[in-house]
């Protein structure tokens, strides 16, 4: 704690002395600081002029003339009219003597508080000083705790916010190995996907060969390792393409997903015009199980076996045959919609052409037809577009939607779907970069709408 404040103790000291002097003297010389004739005395002389002067009396006014013949008659005329008058004026004059006496009442009492206060004890007042000085001393002794208690306080929040920082780094430091452990992780899980991928494909290549019986035969060879044969039919790749479609396709929840999004076209051809739906080229039979969830009549055809076997599997009715022959033997108006998935691209122009001309003959009026294929307006799903052996070329979605239109289509419209996940697209707010992302990084699938 800090020493008293030195400008207190001299004011302390000055007061100090000043009551001695006070207690030595007497009352007289305390006196003799104040002019004689002070405030308060000249207070008292004016107010006893003012006192005489309060009483308003009409009859104290003299009356007199000074003309030298008419001087007596007027001064008689004025004190006759003054006496006839007097009941009138007198309330006022009344009134006007009460205030000033009231105003000359106030002043004295006025007067008096000022001789009382220059009558009051110096000293009193010099020890009340004294006492507020010595409040003030204590306030500042009050202020000085305050103050180291704030310094402590202060280097508590500082120690605290250095605790805080450093808990802070390592936080960051958790965080950053627990991002790092996240993407080993995904690492991890990308190979096993791979893996299953491959399993899954080698689990196909086996149920096929067990469907049509065409084990691979040992041959005999020296030693414990036996070798296998060929299949017995090596013209017949099938087996290979459902291969294909495993690796390549995408898993069968992820495409069921993708074409859900056309489900509310069918719902609303089949609750026009009745019928059932002819899916060409159905592969898994993802679209129909969608359609069979939702109540819709629906039958497929492939010229695949591995996928009319693995459709027959889920109790799906799809025929082995080809798309366009068996679309064509079918009674004309007896369909609510033909969709065709990833099929267009392996067919010919003139197939193409044929196809349309007879989805619009088999379609009952009201009927929709949804052709969906590769987009090759993106650079990503055109490079993918070349890994299926068996695709034709690349159809641009104004060719296919023109090919329905001229058919006789009416509400023709395209959608694009699959979209290249955001991560592998370019990144930024630029102009160019927006420009790049879509004819590089654009949807991957199209589909042409159209309704008869």
Not at 140 to 165: I, M, Y
Not at 362 to 374: A, R
């Amino acid at each position: 704690m800090s020493s008293e404040d030195p400008v207190i103790q001299a004011i302390k000291r000055d007061i100090e002395e000043l009551l001695s002097a006070k207690r030595a003297a007497n009352s007289e010389a305390f006196r003799g600081f104040l002019p004689e004739n002070g405030l308060e005395e000249q207070l008292r002389l004016s107010l006893e002029q003012v006192l005489s002067l309060a009483t308003v009396d009409i009859n104290r006014v003299p009356v007199r003339s000074l003309r030298p013949f008419w001087g007596p008659l007027i001064t008689f005329f004025k004190r006759a009219v003054r006496k006839s008058t007097y009941w009138l004026y007198q309330p006022l004059f009344q009134q006007i003597t009460s205030f000033n006496n009231t105003v000359v009442d106030l002043l004295w009492k006025i007067t008096l508080h000022l001789e009382e206060a220059r009558n009051s004890s110096l000293g009193e007042q010099v020890e009340a000083l004294v006492t507020r000085l010595d409040k003030l001393e204590e306030l500042k002794k009050v202020f000085e705790q305050w103050d180291t208690k704030l310094e402590q306080a202060l280097t508590g929040v500082a120690a605290d916010k250095a605790d805080l920082q450093r808990e802070l780094i390592e936080a960051k430091q958790q965080v950053q190995n627990a991002l790092q452990e996240l993407a080993s992780l995904r690492r991890l899980v990308e190979d096993y996907r791979a893996e299953a991928v491959f399993l899954r494909a080698k689990l196909a290549l086996a149920l096929q060969y067990q469907r049509m019986g065409k084990w691979p035969l040992p041959r005999e060879e020296e030693g414990p390792e036996r070798a296998l044969s060929p299949l017995q039919d090596p013209e017949d790749t099938t087996w290979l393409y459902h291969v294909f479609e495993q690796q390549f396709r995408g898993p069968e929840e992820l495409i069921k997903e993708r074409q859900r999004a056309y489900i509310p076209d069918v719902r609303k051809a089949y609750e026009t015009c009745g019928g059932y739906l002819l899916d060409l080229g159905a592969g898994r039979g993802e679209f129909l199980e969608l359609c069979r969830e939702v109540g819709i009549p629906a039958k497929g055809v492939d010229s695949n076996e591995a996928m009319v076997s693995r459709c027959r599997e889920k109790g799906l009715e799809v025929e082995r045959a080809d798309a366009i022959a068996h679309l064509q033997s079918l009674p004309d108006e007896s369909l609510c919609a033909v969709t065709a998935f990833q099929l267009v691209e392996h067919l010919t122009p003139q197939e193409l052409w044929h196809l349309v001309q007879m989805a619009l003959v088999k379609l009952k009026p009201g009927g929709v037809i949804i052709l969906e294929t590769v987009n090759p307006h993106s650079l990503v799903a055109l490079q993918n577009f070349w890994l299926d052996l068996t695709h034709q070329r690349p159809i641009p979605a104004p060719t296919l939607r023109f090919l329905l239109e001229v058919a006789g289509f009416r509400r023709v419209e395209v959608r694009f779907s699959s979209p290249v996940p955001e991560g592998a697209r370019l990144q930024g707010d630029e102009p160019n970069i927006a420009k790049l992302n879509e004819p590089v990084f654009g949807y991957q699938d199209y589909a042409v709408v159209g309704w008869r």
